[in-house]
């Protein structure tokens, strides 16, 4: 199996680990969580800030002294409304309690001290269509560039009809070449409806040295340290991820790959 496909540990409890250090990068971090009702998970974040994304469910949160009492609406995450979203310092601890079964996603980069705790979605997260054809998608772009909610974090919500591609044409952003290109490492967390469905995720570079594709199935983990990463989605299951990037420069700047270019252009 691909290094950079990760598997989920079990079906309940905290399923996903992703620190810096296993994925061998230097910024993101991603854990989530599968709660039943009454159970609790816990944090305490030190140099690092973190965005809580309420994937679907009811949960009870108490963090950065705050008591912010039961969030979420959204109890499946098909319903493609946009999520309760919390944006947590470095230096903060936390606390959620499940009040329904609970999908709750922690996303991790480093701190700087230049946010504080704030109720960042759903309310301001913008909804917006993109591509054409069977290249349309669904963004819910919760901490994207365009709002200053986070030190490093960038977050979005992308939902992929049936028989459609996404994150295409296949582009890259993992040069420190701003304003041409950002450095970014990103995760992809993967839910397909009906659960029991797949779809391609391909990561790979222009010189070959990395290519790799994969078969992601529900509540898989993809890890994108470098290269072009497209994915889509066969006919009778809808696709949902969830992106984490995030590198030295808090914006998002990326090259299409040279030969797939040409679909952007004539699209535009």
């Known amino acids: 199996m691909s290094r950079l496909l990760v598997k989920p540990k079990g079906t309940s409890g905290k399923v996903h680990d992703c620190t810096p250090e296993t994925a061998g990068w230097g ?29 679907e469910g009811k949960g009870h949160l108490i963090g950065a002294g705050r008591d912010w009492g039961v969030l979420g609406d959204r109890l499946d995450v098909f319903e493609k409304t946009p999520p309760h979203c919390v944006y947590l310092p470095d230096g903060s601890d936390w606390s959620m309690t499940a009040t329904t079964g609970l999908t709750l996603a922690v996303c991790t980069a480093p701190g700087k001290g230049g946010h504080r705790a704030a109720l960042i979605g759903p309310e301001g997260v913008p909804q917006v269509t993109r591509g054409k054809g069977t290249n349309t998608r669904h963004i819910n772009a919760i ?14 919500e992308v939902f992929t009809p049936q028989g459609h591609w996404s994150s295409y044409p296949p582009h890259r952003h993992d040069e420190n070449d701003f304003p041409n290109m ?22 790979f570079t222009e ?34 991820y969830l992106n984490v990037m995030a590198g030295p420069l808090r914006k998002w700047r990326f090259r299409n790959h040279p030969d797939h270019d040409w679909i952007a252009r004539r699209d535009a």
Do not use: K, W
């Open 207 to 240: 010189d070959g040295t990395l290519d790799e594709t994969m078969a992601v199935a529900n509540h898989d983990l993809v890890l994108v340290p470098r290269g072009h990463h497209p994915c889509g989605s066969p006919y009778g299951y809808e696709m949902y």
């Open 182 to 203: 950002t450095y970014l490492e990103e995760t992809y967390y993967h839910r397909l409806n009906p659960a029991q469905g797949f779809g391609i995720q391909r990561v």
């Open 143 to 156: 901490a994207m560039e365009e709002r200053d909610v986070a030190d490093s974090l960038l977050v979005t």
């Open 27 to 55: 910024y993101v971090g991603f854990e989530l969580y599968r709660l039943a009702p009454g159970e609790v998970a816990t944090g305490s974040l030190g140099p690092r800030e973190a965005i809580l994304v309420l994937v």
